[in-house]
């Protein structure tokens, strides 16, 4: 065997590196972008300090978090202000039960990413077909479309609170977001979002300005208590279905791919799932007390976040209505990022098409094509006057109350399945966990159902 000649040796390192920026320079901007983008290599320099779990944490934070309280938009906003409004501390539990089922799927959806580098809809068009695939997109965009047009639905409400009407607040929010999403590179959009996701917090200080009997709260949030009336099951049902919504199930397997998150990462990015379920529940609770300590007390009844934030003027001050209405137009901004988003991801693993946040719009004219056209589409929605918005939007939430299961069930599929998870297949507690969550959620979808019926009957 020759000797390895320390001059052809060099010119053979140069050749490399030469080729390698030779194919860099020819390379699409996202293709460059995605090398620099690896999970970690952001934070090189802050491991070096000696930050090593820290950096780990903050190279997977995101995805959980932003997943997580996206599910406090709107509906969500309206669904527990109801609960609390309605039924005082009596249903509370109803939300940290959902909070534990929201971990649960998250990890799973999560872990499924990692794994296979797929979002959910790309996966079961791999798995099932092409037909699957479709219908699965096809169910999403129907049911998503709704929940868009409640998302500026929100933000046209906390505008009306200062006297902005909805046919200037709403292209004003949808042509800043898309800007941002169309112009921005995914840290610059993430860091904007995580931004945006703190004004959420704000809920928070409402339920303590509502001055709560904090031991009914704490009973009422521990100890289950069955509902009395029809309206019980369908509060109970809705606030499952509002924090395990299906678009942020899709949005948290997509992102996580779309940041690269491997399975090494798993173990921190665990960390960020629970931390964001947890504020969403946190966040959920609070808005609920606040509600119930307050609204209920007085035996008053609302329909939107809009008439909760009027009703709390009077009984706990200007600064609470102010709180809640700035809560709701940050939660409103952010779901409306988010929720077309996920619908363009979904758009485009249907089809075998690029998705990424990462990438320009000249190498992902579908992608952003998808996300521009649902917001416009939204936008237009609620300028319209006279609309029947509030139809549209219940529509869209019975649609999400029957893709759940079917959501959670392909999941749970794919996630047992070996052959795709290989050595990141969840252990059999949690696969166990799982198929018992969905055993609830069918039977909490068959109880709307059926109180449904006989509301409408009665």
Same mark, same amino acid.
């Given at each position: 065997?020759?000797?390895?000649?320390?001059?052809?040796?060099?010119?053979?390192?140069?050749?490399?590196?030469?080729?390698?920026?030779?194919?860099?320079?020819?390379?699409?901007?996202?293709?460059?972008?995605?090398?620099?983008? /690896?999970?970690?290599?952001?934070?090189?320099?802050?491991?070096?300090?000696?930050?090593?779990?820290?950096?780990?944490?903050?190279?997977?934070?995101?995805?959980?978090?932003?997943?997580?309280?996206?599910?406090?938009?709107?509906?969500?906003?309206?669904?527990?202000?109801?609960?609390?409004?309605?039924? /005082?501390?009596?249903?509370?539990?109803?939300?940290?039960?959902?909070?534990?089922?929201?971990?649960?799927?998250?990890?799973?959806?999560?872990?499924?990413?990692?794994?296979?580098?797929?979002?959910?809809?790309?996966?079961?068009?791999?798995?099932?077909?092409?037909?699957?695939?479709?219908?699965?997109?096809?169910?999403?965009?129907?049911?998503?479309?709704?929940?868009?047009?409640?998302?500026?639905?929100?933000?046209?409400?906390?505008?009306?609170?200062?006297?902005?009407?909805?046919?200037?607040?709403?292209?004003?929010? /949808?042509?800043?977001?898309?800007?941002?999403?169309?112009?921005?590179?995914?840290?610059?959009?993430?860091?904007?979002?995580?931004?945006?996701?703190?004004?959420?917090?704000?809920?928070?200080?409402?339920?303590?300005?509502?001055?709560?009997?904090?031991?009914?709260?704490?009973? /009422?949030?521990?100890?289950?208590?069955?509902?009395?009336?029809?309206?019980?099951?369908?509060?109970?049902?809705?606030?499952?279905?509002?924090?395990?919504?299906?678009?942020?199930?899709?949005?948290?397997?997509?992102?996580?791919?779309?940041?690269?998150?491997?399975?090494?990462?798993?173990?921190?990015?665990?960390?960020?799932?629970?931390?964001?379920?947890?504020?969403?529940?946190?966040?959920?609770?609070?808005?609920?007390?606040?509600?119930?300590?307050?609204?209920?007390?007085?035996?008053?009844?609302?329909?939107?976040?809009?008439?909760?934030?009027?009703?709390?003027?009077?009984?706990?001050?200007?600064?609470?209505?102010?709180?809640?209405?700035?809560?709701?137009?940050?939660?409103?901004?952010?779901?409306?990022?988010?929720?077309?988003?996920?619908?363009?991801?979904?758009?485009?693993?249907?089809?075998?098409?690029?998705?990424?946040?990462?990438?320009?719009?000249?190498?992902?004219?579908?992608?952003?094509?998808?996300?521009?056209?649902?917001?416009?589409?939204?936008?237009?929605?609620?300028?319209?006057?006279?609309?029947?918005?509030?139809?549209?939007?219940?529509?869209?939430?019975?649609?999400?109350?029957?893709?759940?299961?079917?959501?959670?069930?392909?999941?749970?599929?794919?996630?047992?399945?070996?052959?795709?998870?290989?050595?990141?297949?969840?252990?059999?507690?949690?696969?166990?966990?799982?198929?018992?969550?969905?055993?609830?959620?069918?039977?909490?979808?068959?109880?709307?159902?059926?109180?449904?019926?006989?509301?409408?009957?009665?």
């Amino acid at each position: 065997m020759p000797a390895p000649h320390p001059l052809r040796d060099l010119h053979a390192k140069v050749h490399r590196v030469t080729r390698h920026r030779r194919e860099r320079a020819k390379a699409p901007l996202h293709a460059v972008a995605h090398v620099h983008r /690896g999970i970690g290599r952001r934070f090189t320099h802050l491991r070096k300090a000696g930050l090593g779990a820290f950096t780990c944490f903050l190279a997977v934070l995101g995805p959980g978090l932003l997943a997580g309280l996206s599910d406090d938009d709107p509906a969500g906003i309206t669904t527990y202000s109801v609960l609390g409004t309605d039924h /005082g501390y009596r249903l509370l539990w109803v939300i940290p039960a959902s909070t534990v089922l929201l971990i649960l799927f998250h990890l799973l959806a999560v872990r499924v990413g990692a794994a296979t580098g797929k979002g959910l809809v790309g996966v079961i068009r791999e798995r099932w077909g092409r037909g699957f695939g479709y219908a699965a997109v096809i169910g999403l965009l129907f049911a998503n479309f709704g929940t868009i047009c409640a998302e500026y639905a929100g933000i046209s409400a906390a505008g009306s609170l200062i006297g902005v009407p909805s046919f200037v607040s709403a292209p004003i929010a /949808g042509l800043l977001i898309s800007l941002i999403v169309v112009l921005g590179s995914f840290h610059r959009i993430e860091g904007i979002l995580l931004v945006v996701s703190s004004s959420l917090a704000l809920y928070i200080v409402d339920g303590f300005l509502a001055a709560p009997d904090w031991a009914q709260v704490a009973h /009422g949030s521990l100890v289950p208590n069955l509902p009395i009336d029809a309206r019980g099951w369908i509060a109970i049902a809705a606030t499952l279905g509002t924090t395990l919504a299906p678009w942020g199930l899709a949005f948290i397997q997509s992102y996580a791919v779309d940041k690269k998150i491997s399975v090494a990462d798993l173990r921190w990015e665990r960390v960020d799932v629970v931390i964001g379920s947890v504020l969403t529940g946190v966040i959920g609770l609070a808005i609920a007390v606040a509600c119930a300590a307050t609204l209920h007390r007085k035996g008053l009844h609302i329909e939107d976040a809009r008439d909760a934030a009027i009703a709390l003027r009077p009984l706990a001050g200007a600064f609470a209505t102010t709180l809640f209405g700035a809560g709701l137009l940050g939660a409103s901004l952010l779901a409306a990022a988010i929720v077309p988003i996920a619908t363009a991801y979904s758009i485009a693993e249907g089809i075998g098409a690029p998705a990424s946040l990462d990438l320009d719009s000249k190498h992902f004219q579908f992608f952003y094509a998808a996300f521009i056209g649902l917001t416009v589409a939204a936008v237009s929605v609620v300028s319209l006057p006279g609309l029947p918005l509030v139809r549209l939007i219940y529509l869209s939430q019975v649609v999400n109350a029957v893709l759940l299961p079917l959501h959670a069930f392909a999941l749970i599929l794919i996630a047992r399945n070996r052959a795709i998870m290989g050595a990141a297949r969840p252990r059999d507690w949690m696969l166990g966990a799982a198929w018992a969550s969905l055993a609830l959620i069918v039977a909490c979808v068959a109880a709307l159902a059926r109180s449904g019926i006989g509301g409408e009957g009665a």
